[in-house]
T-cell receptor, first 115, second 116 residues
Framework: DSGVTQTPKHLITATGQRVTLRCSPRSGDLSVYWYQQSLDQGLQFLIQYYNGEERAKGNILERFSAQQFPDLHSELNLSSLELGDSALYFC??????????????FGPGTRLTVL | AQSVTQPDIHITVSEGASLELRCNYSYGATPYLFWYVQSPGQGLQLLLKYFSGDTLVQGIKGFEAEFKRSQSSFNLRKPSVHWSDAAEYFCAVGASMKTSYDKVIFGPGTSLSVIP
């Protein structure tokens, strides 16, 4: 158990809908990272937040957004969902903002299925 | 631009046999290199990383990796595989001169099966 929790574990929804994925980082970790893992795209970094502020942005679509709240939990919002958004979404956390210095701890993921 | 290749999509080894998973990268300077393992139904776990110094890096679970600049490779090795090592393994490359995480690229992964 990494100490990172993600809810829900599974999510099934329809095209055009909007969903919210939630992540609680390890106690004491200030950075949260979101990833998407799909069969065709592999593992892709989406976005990083550090202490409530956006720190780095990867291959995140405009239909997707995220935020980190004062209690440091983070939410990933996916809207106007398409079939291709079906994937496993991981959250990871680390103590600092510099990815080179610390280890990221990954949550178990949320599996999103868009029908 | 950075890129990472893992030439082997799937590898099967017998328990107790040695293992080598290949990783090749394309990057202009010395990169930051990582190996992660993903067990079924789990998130990724860091096995080891290389930033600088000794090119042979020791990691957790008995794994090691060697950075070879001349070959642009960072192959993962284990002398004796255990059945619990069956998992997906990902190599990742980060741009050494950039502090922004968006420069980290993951390889496509190698699936390891272990025969009892």
């Amino acid at each position: 158990d990494s100490g990172v929790t993600q809810t829900p574990k599974h999510l099934i929804t329809a095209t055009g809908q909007r969903v919210t994925l939630r992540c609680s980082p390890r106690s004491g970790d200030l950075s949260v990272y979101w990833y998407q893992q799909s069969l065709d795209q592999g593992l892709q970094f989406l976005i990083q937040y550090y202490n409530g502020e956006e720190r780095a942005k990867g291959n995140i679509l405009e239909r997707f957004s995220a935020q980190q709240f004062p209690d440091l939990h983070s939410e990933l919002n996916l809207s106007s969902l398409e079939l291709g958004d079906s994937a496993l979404y991981f959250c990871a956390s680390s103590v600092g903002w510099d990815w080179r210095r610390g280890e990221q701890f990954f949550g178990p993921g949320t599996r999103l299925t868009v029908l | 631009a950075q890129s990472v290749t893992q030439p082997d999509i799937h590898i099967t080894v017998s328990e107790g046999a040695s293992l080598e998973l290949r990783c090749n990268y394309s990057y202009g300077a010395t990169p930051y290199l990582f190996w992660y393992v993903q067990s079924p139904g789990q998130g990724l776990q860091l096995l080891l990383k290389y930033f600088s110094g000794d090119t042979l890096v020791q990691g957790i679970k008995g794994f090691e990796a060697e950075f070879k600049r001349s070959q642009s490779s960072f192959n993962l090795r284990k002398p004796s595989v255990h059945w619990s090592d069956a998992a997906e393994y990902f190599c990742a490359v980060g741009a050494s001169m950039k502090t922004s995480y968006d420069k980290v690229i993951f390889g496509p992964g190698t699936s390891l099966s272990v025969i009892p």
